[in-house]
């Protein structure tokens, strides 16, 4: 029924490039807000970017701003998170969610995907 489907994680090299993809199936994507989290091993999970159901401008953490850029493809029902400069750091497991509004707070968010992984390694 109501899925989001993140794709495009793998193994990438510093200063490389990844694609994320977040389809969602069972309700309408472009009704809600879009956030992208990520979690590394003993670490809390923690909010990358997100942007608004209206448009695709939005907020970034300060460790990926300028790197990371999250658009949608309302066509597609599909979110997507570009990934540039990769670094070391960035290596989690990523998220995509939906909200009614942005917001930081997990707890906000309605609809999850199960993750995928992202390792940046020389």
């Known amino acids: 029924q109501v899925q989001l489907v993140e794709s495009g994680g793998g193994l990438v090299q510093p200063g490389g490039s990844l694609r994320l993809s977040c389809v969602a199936s069972?309700?309408?994507?472009?009704?809600?807000?879009i956030g992208w989290f990520r979690q590394a091993p003993g670490k809390e999970r923690e909010g990358v970017g997100c942007?608004?159901?209206?448009?695709?401008?939005?907020y970034y953490a300060d460790s990926v701003k300028g790197r990371f850029t999250i658009s949608r493809d309302n066509s597609k029902n599909t979110v997507y998170l570009q990934m540039n400069s990769l670094e070391p750091e960035d290596t989690a497991v990523y998220y995509c969610?939906?909200?009614?509004?942005?917001?930081?707070?997990?707890?906000?968010?309605?609809?999850w995907g199960r993750g995928t992984q992202v390792t940046v390694s020389s």
């Open positions: 069972g309700f309408t994507l472009d009704d809600y807000a």
């Open positions: 942007i608004s159901h209206s448009d695709s401008s939005g």
């Open positions: 969610a939906t909200a009614l509004y942005i917001s930081w707070s997990p707890t906000d968010y309605i609809y």
